[in-house]
């Protein structure tokens, strides 16, 4: 027999808007019920899933009765509060978008009341799901560099977007750009390294975006560019070079990972609804590039997205794959790929770079890798 899964949506702005409309690519599953204040957004839900229900408040929904599963979207801030609430009163399986937290205070608390629940917690790790990206794990684990010994990851994009009530312009609503953003690649970072961090350094800058903006008299504080130097525990190394104001790139993301025996290069285009196709023609295909020392030479692989998940969202397909995983975990019993100590541990690292980027001297993790 089929098995279905009727979900809850916990905020469906513009990211929970791109889960509405994966979850619509799963046969079996449904998104029956929305915890949306925003009007605005209430009717771009509708235009999505006509038939949802709403509700005024996350009681009211899990009061109804009517989910199997909770998709939580919200801005950062409401994450840990949010989780700690539907870990103490409900067995429900819940993706919850990254960041997990925002704070450090809050880490400690949401790893004993995880460990206490029955169902499927996944964290919305997206990056790790687009095809090109899963396509330069697999040439790693494949050992076709050698031994990994060198990692980098480079985006350069588009500012942040408006968000309601632009939440998103303050790091103490935030975590910080190297929280919100960045805690992707720091997982990225542990994912392909195989290995935890021990020291981070940061240098940041708030050089050119939101600098005319005010909010209630408020200029934003978030950071626009930096650099970031992980050390991980196996002697590995990792750099994010960040960039908020280059959004005339080719390539939005460019990760190389370098062994002994070659380099590896993964090319991640931006959301094709950015890309001028008017004037520049078809957007940009993913790639994997291979060059071996030996023989010198370059081995090029387009690995194409298929066009009905680049049209559900902004993020090269990976929303539809892990999707997917969530849905399997519910219905088949399939392991968690994120669970939320890998969520959590990659904010400690974005919050240490944070803090590096502000004191100016290099953080060392302590051992348990959850707090600096």
Known sequence: MEKSVRYGMLGCGMMGQEHLRNIALIEGATVVAIVEPDEGMRQRCLNLVPNVDFYNSLDDMLTANVIDALVITTPNYQHSDQLLQLFKQTSLPIL?????????????????????????????????????????????????????????IREHRFPFLEKVQDWNRFNNKTGGTLVEKCCHFFDLMRLLTESEATRVYASTGQDCNHLDESYQGQTPDIIDNAFVIVDFANGQRANLDLNMFAEGSRYQEEICAIGPQAKLECFVPGPGRFWPEATLGAAPIPKVVLSPRQPKGPIEADIPVDENLLAAGDHNGSTYYQHLGFFNAITQGSSVDVSIEDGLRAVVIGLAAQHSAQTGQAVTLKDDGFSF
């Open 96 to 152: 919850v978008e990254k960041p997990v937290v925002s704070h450090l205070s809050q880490v400690d608390k949401i790893r004993l009341a995880a460990a206490k629940h029955p169902a499927p917690v996944w964290v919305a790790m997206e990056y790790r799901y687009m095809p090109p990206v899963a396509q330069f794990r697999k040439q790693i684990l494949n050992g076709d560099i050698g031994p990994l010994k060198m990692l980098s």
